[in-house]
């Protein structure tokens, strides 16, 4: 009887079957980037900036954890200006996590003295359903 069902509104409205097929794709496909890859700091550094979204708007009240393995080292939300300060971190091997939906966890680039964090966060693709 299901089945039955189902191939009848399939024959019925095939518009709507498409869009949800192409919308379950995408959620399929959809890769949650809300940590970021690890980076390491050779030396301590202090770690701090501001968040801003594509468009160049700051980003209050983003929650950001530093993580080292899976251990939360440091678990703070960013000011009314976007800033944030996770303070002076120990040398070793970390990653970023916002775990405020919709923005990706920031790319970080580290050369042999420094670290440096991007400031424009992008929007996290993983939880978005595109319909097309």
């Known amino acids: 009887m299901c089945l039955y069902l189902i191939a009848e509104f399939m024959v019925r409205r095939p518009l709507q079957v498409t869009i949800l097929f192409v919308a379950l794709i995408s959620f399929a496909n959809a890769k949650d980037c809300s940590t970021s890859k690890k980076f390491t700091l050779h030396h301590q550094q202090r770690l701090s900036g501001v968040f801003a979204d594509l468009n160049g708007k700051y980003l209050p009240g983003i929650r950001i954890q530093l993580l080292s393995g899976?251990?939360?080292?440091?678990?703070?939300?960013?000011?009314?200006?976007?800033?944030y300060d996770l303070g002076n971190v120990s040398a070793g091997t970390y990653r970023i996590r916002i775990e405020d939906r919709p923005f990706c966890?920031?790319?970080?680039?580290?050369?042999?003295d420094e670290c440096i964090i991007e400031q424009r966060l992008e929007i996290?693709?993983?939880?978005?359903?595109?319909v097309r």
């Open 70 to 83: 899976r251990n939360v080292i440091h678990d703070i939300r960013t000011k009314n200006d976007g800033g």
């Open 105 to 112: 966890a920031p790319k970080v680039q580290c050369e042999k």
């Open 124 to 130: 996290n693709s993983g939880d978005t359903v595109i």
